[in-house]
Nanobody
């Protein structure tokens, strides 16, 4: 978790948008996989979206078509663009990265074990 830092969270009214950023320290070798997960109050952490260094992207079903996950490979920065937010999107959003080759996916029983490194999270609150 010491290698990643999320930013861009905050409070937004329903229907609004937010753009989260994740900055990853340069460790001297490329990051294979980066992604986002969230943890809502009273719920376990779940994957949201992931992208590998070839640009292959996968989303959890409820995020597909509404969230986007741009990656700036030149800066080791990952973004999560969220549009038309509703109250059920309120959660702490975490950025994750993995330097290992293999599957790069948010479809995992335990998302915490899917990625090697995690950030501290950034709070997103959607209000009416």
């Amino acid at each position: 978790q010491v290698y990643l830092a999320e930013s861009g969270g905050g409070s937004v009214q329903a229907g609004g948008s937010l753009r989260l950023s994740c900055d990853v320290q340069d460790l001297g070798y490329p990051i294979f996989c980066m992604g986002w997960a969230r943890q809502a109050p009273g719920k376990s952490r779940e994957g949201v979206a992931a992208i590998d260094n070839n640009g292959e992207i996968n989303y959890i079903d409820w995020a597909k078509g509404r969230f986007t996950i741009p990656r700036d490979n030149t800066k080791n920065t990952l973004y999560l663009e969220m549009n038309n937010l509703k109250s059920d999107k309120t959660a702490v959003y975490y950025c994750a990265a993995d330097w290992r080759f293999g599957p790069c996916t948010v479809h995992a029983n335990d998302i915490s074990k899917e990625f090697k490194s995690w950030g501290q999270g950034t709070q997103v609150t959607v209000s009416s």
